[in-house]
């Protein structure tokens, strides 16, 4: 079994800035890569930003240069550090890890989800 803890969302004022933390634990062979994707409403899950195990990134264009994706290998920890957020980016932001746990081949498990509401 595979869990993934995301820290709480929250409100934020545009311009601000929020901090999302992800855990990964259990039975846990390797990860090959962890990432945030978000679902704002009434759209589809996009990414937002990956992290490999290589520390090579990938962002979403909207969030380049306002959003950097971090990890602690040593922890199974992804974080996202979001500054200048826009109302836009108001969504429920969904940690992703792709991994091997014991016996297995690489599968995706997703965290339950955070609000992050940007607002004034």
């Known amino acids: 079994q595979v869990q993934l803890v995301e820290s709480a969302g929250g409100l934020v004022q545009p311009g601000g800035s929020l901090r999302l933390s992800c855990a990964a634990s259990?039975?846990?062979?390797?990860?090959?890569?962890m990432g945030w994707y978000r679902q704002g409403p009434g759209k589809q899950r996009e990414l937002v930003a990956v992290i490999t195990s290589g520390d090579s990134t990938n962002y979403a264009d909207s969030v380049k240069g306002r959003f950097t994706i971090s990890r602690d290998n040593a922890k199974n920890t992804v974080y996202l550090q979001m500054n200048s957020l826009k109302p836009e980016d108001t969504a429920v932001y969904y940690c992703?890890?792709?991994?091997?746990?014991?016996?297995?081949?690489?599968?995706?498990?997703w965290g339950q989800g955070t609000q992050v509401t940007v607002s004034s």
């Open positions: 992703n890890a792709r991994l091997k746990t014991y016996g297995s081949n690489l599968y995706d498990y």
């Open positions: 259990g039975s846990i062979f390797s990860i090959y890569a």
